[in-house]
């Protein structure tokens, strides 16, 4: 029988061993060991078996033979042996001790190949986990960076992950803004700048309403040493950069939109407020004939006007143009309309009306925002006229005789300065014939496409002393449709008010002359100009 | 560079006259920052930065200091940690797999949503222990 059994301890194909556990050698090995090993009969036998454990599974292989001198077998205990060309082998053994003769009766499995296509499968795993993560972090990526508001942040956020995305040591985005000024933002942010001469690097850049953006990953890392970038991974640094622009171009364009809604909601309430203070008719004046006509430009602006009776018989003509656009502009509107009534009505001299207008539109109004204005209180029986100019643009005159004249006392804009300015109201008087004519500054200040002003062309003078020749009435229409013509477009890029009162000679028939009238027109409207 | 806080003691009801400076390792990096403590033979291990390779090498050198030889259980605290990359992942993976051939473990603390999917994915969850907090990891050891 145990000729047999020899037999196949001789033939078999795993490892078959009888050891002593208390002197750490073997007693017999069969010829698989000589065979996976290297080792000879006699070299395996004359060292003690530690000789050929792995060093870093001593511990554990010598822990495993304390339990088995207590009895207890071992069933799949892996550990490493070195075979004669120095290379380690895996074997997985199980063995029955005898703890009476302190024998251990072992069969050992070699395991290394096993091992090793094991090894070369976690890889493969690895890899595969490895883009699956690629791929989450991108859509991940994409999703997060538009839930970011501010640009560096969003910048930060794609480059970490791309960074961590390619195994880079760092990652640098470079900013070139449009006034050529560079900024720099780094992953880690405390990393130094510099050596990156014998690493490899790789760069994907865009350009972004006026910004360059080059994103840069920086020495590509491996478990053991310094690595090349692959093709996926400029593919990756360059989709991160894409979403970043996409992110980027989208936050402004949404951006823009807003404002230009809010900008439009903002245009149609000053638009309404301001039709709420322009008249929408103009009173009868015994013996005189006014007209009037505001064309607001694209943007609502701050041009007032109005004609309203006082006490005594009087009747007030007012022109104003409160600096800026939009709904504070339309508001200064209104304040300065409810504040002249209140004034006018209680019979304020002119002079110290105007002190208190200033005042309160220095309170009512930021820095840098100023309102002009020309008040004209008009005695229709005499025709005296008392006026006031806080820094608007003088009024015409325009005189029967055809000769044009230029009132010129007054004083500063309403809410400059709150104190110290001075105020000085004029008089004249206004004949039968006589013609007054109130604007704001969209008519001298319109430009044509030499870049030339309608005010120093003298057309504006010759056109009055045309219709007060062939009419006697002025027709803002007329000089609204002069101006156009000499700008060489439809649009203004002011309001365009005016305000004119003529008085009438006598005997003159009224029917002959343009209607009094109240005009409000729309740039739009351009035929009914 | 993160130091310990004084709120991370206050959770373990630990007095900071009791800690032992002597016990307490930091290695520090330019994009890294480690810090360790022995708390009943189980590491704490504090980390900060980009785990790269830099980081995951000095996580696991922390690990194999020879102060360290007889622990098989390890906290890594992760709060401070921004990103990690493949070549970080994988040197917790191996010291993973070195403390659970040890018979011991290794419990992953305050990692950001982002890096506990980056750690889902590479696998790193399947057996190190996921905690919320310090105190609830070391009850998981204990």
Known sequence: ?529 | MRLFRLDFYKALAWPLSSIDQRMVNTIRMSAFSVKSQLCARILIIQAGGYLNREGGEAIFRTAALPAYAAVNRVVLQLEGVQAANSVGIDHLLELQERLKARRGGLALVGASPGLARTFNIMGLYTHAFKAESIREALALFS
């Not at chain 1, 997985?92 to 091992?115: G, H, I, M, Q, Y």
């Open chain 1, 1 to 529: 029988m145990d000729k047999h059994l020899k037999k196949f301890f001789e033939l078999a194909l795993d490892l078959f061993c009888i050891a002593d556990a208390k002197k750490g050698r073997f007693v017999e090995v069969n010829p698989a060991f000589s065979r996976t090993l290297g080792w000879s009969r006699e070299q395996l036998l004359a060292q003690p078996f530690w000789e050929f454990i792995h060093p870093d599974d001593f511990q554990k292989t010598v822990a495993e033979i304390e339990r088995m001198q207590q009895g207890v077998p071992t069933i799949s205990f892996e550990n490493r042996y070195r075979s004669a060309d120095g290379a380690y082998h895996h074997l997985v053994w199980n063995v029955f001790p005898e703890p009476a003769s302190d024998l251990l009766f072992a069969a050992a499995r070699d395991v290394t190949e096993k091992n090793l296509n094991e090894k070369e499968l976690r890889k493969l795993a690895a890899k595969l986990q490895q883009k699956i993560l690629q791929l989450h972090e991108l859509i991940d990526t994409g999703i997060d960076i538009i839930r970011i508001d501010q640009t560096e942040s969003l910048i930060q956020l794609a480059l970490r992950r791309v960074t961590a995305l390619t195994d880079a040591t760092r990652g640098l985005v470079l900013v070139r803004k449009p006034d050529g000024a560079t900024e720099q933002i780094a992953f880690p942010d405390y990393a130094g700048a510099g050596g990156e001469e014998s690493v490899d690097i790789i760069q994907s850049g865009f350009e972004c309403l006026g910004h360059q953006y080059t994103f840069m990953a920086i020495g590509k890392e491996n478990r053991h040493n310094s690595a090349r970038f692959e093709t996926v991974d400029k593919m990756l640094l360059h989709l991160v950069s894409q979403q970043v622009r996409t992110a980027l171009e989208n936050r402004f364009y949404l951006n823009e939109m807003i404002e230009k809604q809010r900008l439009l909601r903002e245009v149609e309430l000053a638009s309404v407020i301001q039709k709420t203070i322009l008249p929408t008719e103009l009173p009868e004046i015994p013996g005189y004939r006014c007209s009037g006509l505001n064309i607001p430009s694209r943007e609502v602006g701050g041009d007032y006007y109005e004609i309203f009776p006082l006490s005594g018989g009087r009747f007030a003509l007012v022109i104003a143009d409160v600096a800026g656009k939009g709904v504070y502009s339309a508001l200064l509107v209104n304040s300065l309309h409810a504040a002249l009534h209140a004034y006018l009505e209680s019979g304020l001299p002119l002079e110290a009306m105007t002190h208190k207008l200033n005042r309160l539109m220095f309170d009512v109004t930021t820095a840098m925002l100023f309102t002009t204005c020309f008040i004209a209180l008009l005695d229709p029986e005499s025709g005296e006229v008392e006026y006031m100019n806080a820094g608007h643009l003088p009024p015409m005159l325009v005189r029967r005789r055809g000769e044009i004249e230029v009132p010129s006392a007054g004083g500063p804009p309403l809410g400059c300065l709150r104190e110290g300015v001075t105020y000085e109201s004029g008089k004249f008087r206004l004949e039968p014939g006589d013609g007054l004519l109130l604007y704001t500054d969209g008519i001298p200040e319109a430009v044509n496409p030499a870049g030339e002003f309608y005010s120093k062309s003298g057309r504006f003078e010759q056109l009055l002393l045309q219709m007060k020749k062939s009419k006697g009435m002025c027709d803002p229409g007329r000089i609204v449709e002069d101006v156009r013509d000499f700008a060489g477009n439809d649009s203004f890029g002011d309001d365009i008010t005016l305000l004119y009162l003529l008085r009438e000679e006598a005997g003159r028939s009224r029917g002959s002359a343009v209607p009094r009238r109240i005009e409000r027109r729309e740039l739009a409207d351009k035929s009914s100009v």
